[in-house]
Nanobody, 121 residues
Framework: QVQLVESGGGSVQAGGSLRLSCAASGYTYYYMGWFRQAPGKEREGVAAIDTDGSTSYADSVKGRFTISKDNAKNTLYLRMNSLKPEDTAMYYC?????????????????WGRGTQVTVSS
């Protein structure tokens, strides 16, 4: 069993930055990813990283967000720069993904409870 706990969310002004962390207990395998869900919208993939370090990003965050992991600390990160109001959402960490496509949420086995990110204009 894997437990995931997100942290680092908060309220920032547009153009600001945040770094989200996801601490994992137990070992994780295959893909790890960040997803987000805004009120009234479907959960969407933000970024993912596989076992060899290859990364994928949603078009809406390319050039602004960076996903990384520290295997020694068993922690996943998401650095978010140049934040926009449309980035406002609950952000979730997911692990042990074996998805058809990296952003397919149903392909991930474990999920955290989420951390709220609010960006004001």
């Amino acid at each position: 069993q894997v437990q995931l706990v997100e942290s680092g969310g908060g309220s920032v002004q547009a153009g600001g930055s945040l770094r989200l962390s996801c601490a994992a207990s137990g070992y994780t395998y295959y893909y790890m990813g960040w997803f987000r869900q805004a009120p009234g919208k479907e959960r969407e993939g933000v970024a993912a990283i596989d076992t060899d370090g290859s990364t994928s990003y949603a078009d809406s965050v390319k050039g602004r967000f960076t996903i990384s992991k520290d295997n020694a600390k068993n922690t996943l990160y998401l650095r978010m720069n140049s934040l926009k109001p449309e980035d406002t959402a609950m952000y979730y960490c997911a692990s042990d993904g074996w998805p058809t496509y990296w952003s397919d949420a149903e392909g991930y086995k474990y999920w955290g409870r989420g951390t709220q990110v609010t960006v004001s204009s």
